[in-house]
């Protein structure tokens, strides 16, 4: 049982915080009175809560039945043909028309809306439902294979984070037609969130551009809502080709490759005395030689580049690219730098957020002794303090920058993006590990994919009904984005994430076979 009358597992610490999707890299102040404070929520309850409790309760086995199906069948980013499927299963039975499927040239990718009356507002909701490699785990709060083994599993939870979303848009849909309010759902079927993801394809194609706001969650150890910001990022795989020879018997002959990825790796860390406190630079080598006694005509390093604007990451990506070129002149090599991936950085909007944190006021944090002893469990399998979950909200986040990225910032650039989180894991414990998979799986995910639901259609219902609180968070957008025109991070000649499985790239509608699906061997 979750030892609630200890003040210290009461007060969330920043590591909480930092694991969680909310995540922060300042210490905030979580004193008691604080958190006291949070836990009353605002004067009142929100409206719109109680109608959507209803409308959530109405679509409950729905929306659970989405977060178990898509659990028990994990798959791996652009390879989610059974969770997307899952997903417009229900969206076509609850009414939604299919809008396109493939959506930007990803096969996984959909789009599904909702229309009633003439005109009025759009509201968007962005599921995944990608999963993790080697974080299969069954729903029990010990190391064991789950439903795929240990292959595959949601070790960030986006069974319920996509269950949560399209059942959103689903009790939207019924508020809204409970009362004839003119507008229009859509639900963005956002695949491989974990790798190269759809949502920044989709901002390039322009999908979210005539939206009046956009909604999303996420799984974290605490439940909070703010003014969160989060890293841009960019992607870059760097290849050397040298010459190769005998090691031992005319190594002058050749030419490493490896000598060049090794001195790029050195002007990295050089770089790092000059950067900024806000940037990360993080890689691994992709190709290194096979045999030390042959000098390697062949290197790779595939490097990632954060900081807290695009802005700034393309003055360090130029820089990165300068002593990829540095190291080739020195070893007598070629380079060739390939800008595989951008995202933006996430930007917060204030008025969206504090509605948000609003209705997460008024949806209680509720755990059983049975769910706590899950938690604690899991914890001592991790080596953890056995705290338990969380039942506190956080006082609302002032703005921060997480060191984490998401493609969602692309979605904050084209139109007011609204991001929180909802207590699905047990304290101290982190995403991508296996206590996610196996929480996700069991009634402490349901609840997080139910009580998320209720958020978002409340504060969906909100901006749909209520014109004033549109134009607050319209003018905050606006003051935000300060006259930026969105430039997608996507390198020009870039289609499609890398590694479509070929039969998926065969049935996206384009025609097209490009030279990865012969090399995959079709």
Not at 103 to 114: L, Q
Not at 211 to 220: E, I, K, Q, S, T
Not at 381 to 410: C, N, R
């Amino acid at each position: 049982m979750f030892p609630s009358f200890d003040p210290k597992l009461l007060t969330p610490t920043r590591r909480d915080v930092l694991l969680g999707a909310m995540a922060s890299t300042v210490i905030l102040p979580f004193g008691s009175a604080g958190l006291a404070s949070a836990q009353q929520g605002s004067a009142g309850a929100p409206a719109a809560s109680e109608a959507a409790k209803r409308a959530v309760e109405a679509y409950r086995d729905v929306i659970l039945r989405i977060s178990h199906e898509v659990w028990e069948n994990a798959e791996l980013s652009l390879q989610e043909e059974v969770s997307a499927e899952i997903h417009l299963r229900e969206l076509q039975e609850a009414g939604f028309e299919i809008v396109s499927v493939g959506t930007s040239n990803i096969p996984t990718a959909f789009v599904a809306e909702w229309s009633q009356g003439d005109g009025g507002p759009k509201v968007g909701f962005l599921p995944e439902y990608d999963a993790l490699p080697g974080l299969g785990n069954a729903a029990e709060p010990r190391q064991t294979p789950g439903p795929r083994g240990v292959e595959v599993g949601h070790g960030c939870g986006h069974n319920m984070l996509g269950a949560g979303c399209t059942g959103a848009a689903m009790a939207l849909k019924q508020m809204m037609m409970e009362d004839g309010t003119p507008g229009t759902v859509r639900v963005y079927g956002c695949a491989a969130e974990e790798t190269e993801g759809a949502k920044v394809y989709m901002a390039r194609d322009g999908l979210f551009d005539d939206l009046d706001a956009c909604l999303a969650w996420h799984p974290a150890p605490v439940t909070a809502a703010g003014l969160l910001r989060t890293a841009a990022l960019d992607r870059l795989q760097v290849t050397w080709r040298g010459q190769t020879a005998h090691a031992g018997v005319d190594p002058w002959t050749g030419r490493s490759a490896l000598k060049g990825a090794e001195i790029f790796a050195t002007g990295i860390q050089f770089m790092r005395e000059h950067l900024k406190p806000t940037t990360r630079l993080h890689y691994v080598y992709t190709a290194a030689g096979e045999a030390p006694n042959v000098v390697p005509d062949q290197a790779g390093i595939l490097i990632v580049v954060r900081d807290a604007s695009r802005e700034e990451v393309a003055e360090v990506t130029e820089w990165v690219r300068e002593i990829a070129e540095g190291s080739a002149l020195m070893t007598q090599t070629e380079v060739e730098v390939d800008h595989l991936f951008g995202m933006h950085d996430l930007l917060p909007n204030e008025p969206l957020a504090r509605r948000i944190y609003d209705h997460i006021a008024a949806v209680p944090v509720v755990w059983t002794e049975q769910e706590q002893a899950f938690a604690t469990v899991c914890q001592a399998g991790m080596g953890l303090e056995e705290a338990g979950l969380d039942e506190t909200v956080l006082p609302f986040l002032p703005e921060i920058t997480s060191g984490g990225s998401t493609d969602v910032g692309d979605v904050s650039y084209n139109t007011p993006t609204g991001v929180f989180a909802w207590t699905t894991i047990p304290r101290g414990v982190g995403l991508h590990t296996w206590p996610v998979t196996a929480c996700s799986g069991m009634t402490i995910g349901d609840k997080g994919a139910l009580n998320s639901a209720v958020v978002m259609a409340g504060v969906g219902y909100d901006v749909m009904t209520d014109a004033a609180f549109r134009e607050e968070v319209r003018a905050d957008f606006d003051t935000r984005l300060g006259g930026r025109t969105y430039v997608s991070p996507l390198p020009e000649d870039k289609i499609r994430p890398h590694g479509v499985p070929p039969h998926l790239l065969l049935r996206d509608g384009t025609g097209e076979l490009t030279d990865e699906f012969f090399k995959l061997g079709a």
